[in-house]
């Protein structure tokens, strides 16, 4: 990709390093310094992938979901909606995969925040997305969370 061979390999060396480190942060808990790392990683998955690929829906995607421990849900919910943006123009069956993640991790956000109604269709995209591609471990749990917020 142009992006890639214009900053070069070290630079994509680079970014898979910080990913790698993030998640070293988050097992450990250390959503603080995560929160940092993930907002570095954006910026330099935009300089190397461009700012509509799936590499950066990704790190969106993170990036947001290490603000929750840190009660920054307005923020994070924008990250989540910004990944799917680019995650839905994009044909790719991993796109797909990480789209139904997304749309996941947001309607856990809707949940948590009690945002049940709003919730619900969110769960049934993911679960939609899910079935098509036979992942029924991935279902199966979008089901049992989408089942805890209807009895919230």
């Not at 910026?43 to 992938?49: N, S």
């Not at 993170?62 to 910004?82: D, N, V």
């Not at 856990?108 to 939609?128: A, D, F, G, M, W």
Request: some cysteine.
């Amino acid at each position: 990709n142009e992006h890639e061979s214009s900053y070069g390999k070290e630079s994509a060396r680079a970014a898979v390093s910080r990913n790698l480190l993030m998640m070293a942060l988050k097992n450990n808990q250390d959503f603080p310094l995560l929160e940092s790392h993930a907002g570095n990683q954006v910026e330099a998955y935009i300089k190397i992938f461009g700012d509509s690929s799936l590499q950066v829906a990704s790190a969106l995607s993170s990036h947001a979901m290490s603000m929750c421990p840190l009660g920054k849900t307005e923020t994070a919910e924008q990250l989540l909606r910004s990944a799917l943006k680019i995650q839905q123009s994009s044909d790719a069956a991993a796109g797909k995969s990480e789209m139904a993640v997304t749309l996941h991790n947001l309607a856990l956000l809707l949940r948590n925040t009690k945002r049940y109604e709003e919730c619900i269709p969110v769960y049934e995209q993911s679960q939609e997305i899910w079935r098509g591609l036979n992942r029924q471990v991935q279902l199966a749990v979008s089901k049992k969370d989408m089942a805890e917020a209807l009895v919230s």
